[in-house]
């Protein structure tokens, strides 16, 4: 599609919000992002419909739009836009036809692809791993997700699973239940949700209870001795994870995006310090890269997924 003149409307569904934006034909500029909630627990139905409704209301106008790329939480198949898995986060979300449903409503091509695909292709194309042959992007927020993006292209899997990095056994975890529902998973101590649970799960009569990982940094950073202890054991925890995906996969780079990177550098010391102790001598300087772009990361993604499914 190089060459042609027009918008590309890009789409990220997330389980708390919905974000979208238009890029021009090339995938290259974006314009000002706009959200909603996604109101998950009202469940995939009601999702579902109200963003049909706002695509269709986002589109009027736009004679010239080319198509919508749209990078979607839960299990995707890229093939067809259809959400083959998802978690209970939105009840109801797996067995959405969610590409052939915004297809029939606008009558343009629509390509579907993971949010946490789609945020390791736009920093892999357009931020902190441009240039670079392979990209290990690893999203560390609520949950943990990823994907590994090897000459431009995402690894999907032959299930589409490619990329649950969360769901890698570490032995601090092994009492602990993660999002899967499995338990002995680095997600269930090391994301935003698994690291509050962490704590309060350790904590004495004496240590206050926390409600998210914001409540707990705010602890450990005023010098709360157990809430620096999991932040820091976390962190080391992490980094030893990704120490273990870098001896299988060998990538050039490692980029970090998501909520906890903003914990301070103690926790990105920590990261550091859990990854030189397990990683082989091979990758031992593989840098660990913080993400450039943020929430408009899966939306370029998005857009560069359309481009290349149409080109």
Known sequence: MTGAKGDILTIDIGGTKVGWAFTDADGLHMGESQSMKTLAHAGGADVARRIVDMVREACTGRSSLLGIGIASAGVVNPHTGAIVSATDTMPGWAGTELGAMIGEATGLPVHVINDVHAHGLGEAIRGAGRGATSVLSVAVGTGIGGALIRDGHIDFGDHFLAGHYGHIHHHLADDLTCSCGRSGHIEAIASGHGITNWYNARRGESDPAVANGKELQDLAD???????????????????????????????VIVLSGSMTRSGQTWWDNVHAGYAARVMDPV??????????????????AAINFLRKEG
């Open 222 to 252: 005023g010098g709360h001795e157990l809430a620096g202890a999991v932040f820091a054991e976390s962190a080391y925890a992490l980094g030893e994870t990704l120490a273990t995906l870098a001896n299988c996969i060998d990538p050039s």
């Open 284 to 301: 031992a300087h593989v840098p660990l890269k913080l993400g450039m772009l943020d929430s408009a990361a899966p939306l370029y993604g």
